[in-house]
């Protein structure tokens, strides 16, 4: 009997772990490489995997670190596999050498990367916010907010990087991982993975002569996947009231609850960021000028709140922005109870 994250049942619901959600999103995203180095909270995810090897149609491997399990994926993907690659945030830390080059070369085959923050530090020894890192290496970053959400973006994260040849990250959090809900399965993928290599030496060889001409060029595929953002069904604006609130990640869970909870609905407009970066700069645009105070709710440190306000200064837009420094802190997690009384 196969396990139920290979069934072939499209519409069926089961109760998943965040991180098994996330292994069925890739299974019907066509993943035909995984590659890891294992930390908590992202562990279940390769342990997933691993378990069924035996039954999928994929090559699973645990790599002896991060920068190792990136440069393998990335050589997978260039060999026009569909890949995954896994980690906690400490371990992006190991793997930042690659990933600062493997953004300018590309990945034809499709490259997922799954970061697991850990805000409370709950197994970790830091609570560092890898949001950085994508805006340092130019990498799409993904934040879902429920089980369901882990499933479908990661299926979209793939998407997007077989579409622009690029990167992206999948941004999550330990409670996000660890937390249980029904998830619906879509169709698994029918594609058989046909390892070829292109050789082109003037993209894949970074000599400087190379990396000059590929920067560039990814600068050109964050622009068009900017774009995208604006009108991707990840990033969504509803309600309305006298103030604004903007917010990502599994904080848009415990927003929901406290609106619902408090009665709240009416009193707010509210835009989820799905997607974080490349930013929608113009839904943030129309949406912030609809206000006179906006609220960013965000874990760890304060990575939208300042790209929104050097946008809304940008623009001369007469909007005051709180988050960190009055309401929030940039320590721990959030809950439904913080949230509630800021």
């Given at each position: 009997?196969?396990?139920?994250?290979?069934?072939?049942?499209?519409?069926?619901?089961?109760?998943?772990?965040?991180?098994?959600?996330?292994?069925?999103?890739?299974?019907?995203?066509?993943?035909?490489?995984?590659?890891?180095?294992?930390?908590?909270?992202?562990?279940?995810?390769?342990?997933?995997?691993?378990?069924?090897?035996?039954?999928?149609?994929?090559?699973?491997?645990?790599?002896?670190?991060?920068?190792?399990?990136?440069?393998?994926?990335?050589?997978?993907?260039?060999?026009?596999?569909?890949?995954?690659?896994?980690?906690?945030?400490?371990?992006?830390?190991?793997?930042?050498?690659?990933?600062?080059?493997?953004?300018?070369?590309?990945?034809?085959?499709?490259?997922?990367?799954?970061?697991?923050?850990?805000?409370?530090?709950?197994?970790?020894?830091?609570?560092?916010?890898?949001?950085?890192?994508?805006?340092?290496?130019?990498?799409?970053?993904?934040?879902?907010?429920?089980?369901?959400?882990?499933?479908?973006m990661i299926r979209e994260a793939f998407e997007i990087s077989i579409k622009h040849e690029h990167p992206v990250m999948v941004r999550t959090t330990t409670r996000l991982n660890h937390l249980?809900?029904?998830?619906?399965?879509?169709?698994?993928?029918?594609?058989?993975?046909?390892?070829?290599?292109?050789?082109?030496p003037q993209r894949f060889v970074l000599i400087p002569a190379v990396a000059r001409n590929r920067h560039p060029a990814l600068l050109e595929n964050l622009s068009k996947l900017r774009e995208?953002?604006?009108?991707?069904?990840?990033?969504?604006?509803?309600?309305?009231?006298?103030?604004?609130?903007?917010?990502?990640?599994?904080?848009?869970?415990?927003?929901?609850?406290?609106?619902?909870?408090?009665?709240?609905?009416?009193?707010?407009?509210?835009?989820?960021?799905?997607?974080?970066?490349?930013?929608?700069?113009?839904?943030?645009?129309?949406?912030?000028?609809?206000?006179?105070?906006?609220?960013?709710?965000?874990?760890?440190?304060?990575?939208?709140?300042?790209?929104?306000?050097?946008?809304?200064?940008?623009?001369?837009?007469?909007?005051?922005?709180?988050g960190k420094d009055t309401m929030f802190p940039r320590t721990g997690e959030y809950s439904t109870r913080m949230i509630r009384d800021g």
């Open positions: 009997m196969l396990p139920k994250l290979l069934s072939e049942s499209t519409g069926e619901k089961h109760l998943l772990l965040g991180n098994e959600a996330i292994v069925r999103g890739a299974l019907e995203a066509g993943v035909g490489f995984i590659s890891c180095y294992p930390g908590t909270p992202s562990s279940e995810v390769p342990d997933t995997f691993y378990s069924l090897s035996p039954y999928g149609n994929f090559y699973f491997e645990y790599s002896v670190n991060e920068k190792v399990a990136l440069e393998v994926g990335g050589g997978a993907s260039l060999g026009g596999t569909p890949t995954l690659v896994t980690m906690k945030h400490v371990g992006l830390n190991v793997a930042a050498d690659p990933l600062m080059s493997i953004c300018y070369v590309g990945t034809p085959g499709g490259l997922v990367i799954l970061n697991a923050d850990d805000p409370g530090a709950h197994s970790s020894q830091n609570e560092q916010d890898n949001r950085y890192y994508c805006r340092q290496a130019g990498i799409p970053c993904l934040e879902p907010a429920t089980a369901q959400e882990a499933k479908d249980r809900q029904p998830v619906e399965f879509g169709p698994l993928s029918t594609e058989t993975h046909k390892t070829e290599f292109s050789k082109n995208e953002a604006e009108d991707s069904q990840w990033n969504k604006t509803n309600g309305d009231g006298k103030a604004g609130i903007i917010c990502s990640g599994v904080t848009r869970s415990y927003l929901k609850d406290v609106l619902k909870d408090e009665d709240w609905e009416s009193k707010f407009g509210v835009l989820e960021l799905g997607i974080t970066y490349p930013l929608p700069e113009n839904l943030i645009t129309s949406f912030v000028k609809k206000f006179d105070k906006i609220i960013v709710m965000e874990e760890l440190e304060p990575v939208l709140e300042n790209d929104i306000r050097s946008l809304v200064q940008k623009l001369g837009i007469n909007t005051q922005i709180v």
